[in-house]
């Protein structure tokens, strides 16, 4: 059973960075959607950015310009760059992997930006 593993969450000042990493425990065959998504607390779990097999990327709007996605096809490996973190970026964070086969989703990272 494939697993994704993330790490890079962590506690960070109010315009600060942080770079999450989200990393496949084996091989996923056809991969079409990787992600991000986070939930705060009491809120729902909503998409964060996603970026497509052919490599087009999405951002929620409330990230556009701060964050960047990017994946390591080699390694089956999605990145998210977070920069000019906001206290309302605060949540835990989720990789999901779309494939033709199955959907994954890890185990959620920590979020925490201070004021």
């Known amino acids: 059973q494939v697993q994704l593993v993330e790490s890079g969450g962590g506690l960070v000042q109010a315009g600060g960075s942080l770079r999450l990493s989200c990393a496949a425990s084996?091989?996923?065959?056809?991969?079409?959607?990787m992600g991000w998504y986070r939930q705060a607390p009491g809120k729902q779990r909503d998409v964060v950015a996603v970026i497509i097999s052919g490599g087009s990327t999405h951002y929620a709007d409330s990230v556009k310009g701060r964050f960047t996605i990017s994946r390591d096809n080699a390694k089956d490996t999605v990145l998210l760059q977070m920069n000019s973190l906001k206290p309302e970026d605060t949540a835990v964070y989720y990789c999901?992997?779309?494939?033709?086969?199955?959907?994954?989703w890890g185990q959620g990272t920590q979020v925490t930006v201070s004021s």
């Open positions: 084996g091989s996923i065959f056809g991969i079409k959607v």
């Open positions: 999901n992997v779309v494939a033709y086969s199955a959907d994954y």
